[in-house]
């Protein structure tokens, strides 16, 4: 009796441990994935490092040391993303990097550091306009006036012979209704519908409009007909799948060797064991283990 008694006290303070062991791992979870950077946010980054140097070395290297020195600051992964995108847009326009001639040819190559930057965070990365304007130190309103004239402009400059180019620019018609929404052709509200930029409520409004009014209905779909254009322009150099490329590799090792460095008490025993066989000392002194347990294997082996 008095042993089943004493089975079950320390089945429950068993439980309790476990409990609690169980919360402390959540909440070491949760602390890892706030400081990790994921493999999208890694990404973004190196479709902004191409699109900013044309070189895919340069470009890489470029990146992973912008990366690396706002890694420094210990700042959350949304805001070393926006810091470390703003440090490589300020290096490239500082470098004066120029892009090679067999790249001109691509218009969406003709265009500035900052425009180009602007076009990969919407079309690549589907940024809100607010993070664009961090990034890009303007308003929101200039994030999108420069969106649509860059937009205008691409579109032009597709040779497209099943589609006339006087009818790129034309994206907006005069409301016809009251309740039509205002259409100002330098930020139409069609760029901002396709951008996801309004508030529920707002989209819900425009999307019932858009059901009973061919006028707005026609400007949208000429809108987006603009946009998808314009889409097919921006180079997207990695997919969302490619996890294990070069570039997100050597981006993810460069913030790790950060944050190693800054917060080493938030490295899992994982990372801490592949930086440690990585070094040469170590694979070095393996080989020597492994050769001397093969060679002693084979003389117990074979001796008597």
């Known amino acids: 009796m008095r042993l089943r008694q004493s089975l079950g006290v320390g089945l429950k303070h068993l439980s309790k441990v476990l409990a609690v062991s169980q919360a402390f791992r959540i909440l070491d979870q949760e602390k890892e994935m706030a400081r990790r950077m994921d493999w999208q946010d890694l990404r973004a980054l190196s479709q902004i490092g191409q699109a900013l140097w044309v070189d895919p070395a340069l470009s890489r290297a ?10 420094l600051l210990r700042l959350s992964p949304e805001r070393t993303l926006e810091r470390a995108s703003a440090a490589l847009l300020a290096r490239a326009l500082r470098e004066g990097e120029r892009v090679p001639n067999s790249r001109l ?5 003709r265009l500035l550091p900052e425009e180009r930057l602007l076009l990969v965070g919407l079309h690549s990365e589907r940024w809100s306009y607010p993070r664009l304007s961090r990034v890009l130190g303007c308003s929101e309103e200039q994030v999108a006036s420069r969106a649509w004239k860059l937009r205008v402009h691409l579109a032009s400059q597709r040779s497209d012979p099943k589609k006339p180019l006087a009818s790129l ?3 907006g018609v005069s409301p016809r209704r009251s309740s039509c929404p205002e259409f100002d052709p330098l930020v139409p509200w069609t760029q901002r519908f396709l951008d996801e930029e309004f508030a529920p409520r707002e989209r819900l409004f425009l999307q019932n409009h858009l059901m009973a009014c061919d006028s707005c209905r ?6 987006r007909d603009l946009y998808y254009q314009v889409e097919t322009m921006v180079p997207r150099s990695l997919e969302v799948s490619e996890a294990k490329s070069e570039d997100l590799r050597v981006l993810r090792e460069a913030f790790m060797q950060v944050r ?18 990585r070094q040469t000392e170590t694979q070095v002194v393996l080989a020597a283990l492994l050769t001397w347990g093969v060679w002693r294997w084979i003389i117990v082996g074979f001796l008597p």
Request: glycine share 10%.
């Open 218 to 223: 026609g400007a949208l779909n000429r809108c």
């Open 260 to 277: 190693r460095r800054t917060d080493p008490g938030s490295v899992t025993w994982k990372e801490a064991a592949r930086a440690f066989v």
């Open 62 to 71: 470029r990146t992973a040391e912008t990366l690396q020195a706002v890694g």
């Open 105 to 109: 040819q691509d218009p969406f190559f």
């Open 169 to 171: 620019g034309a994206a």
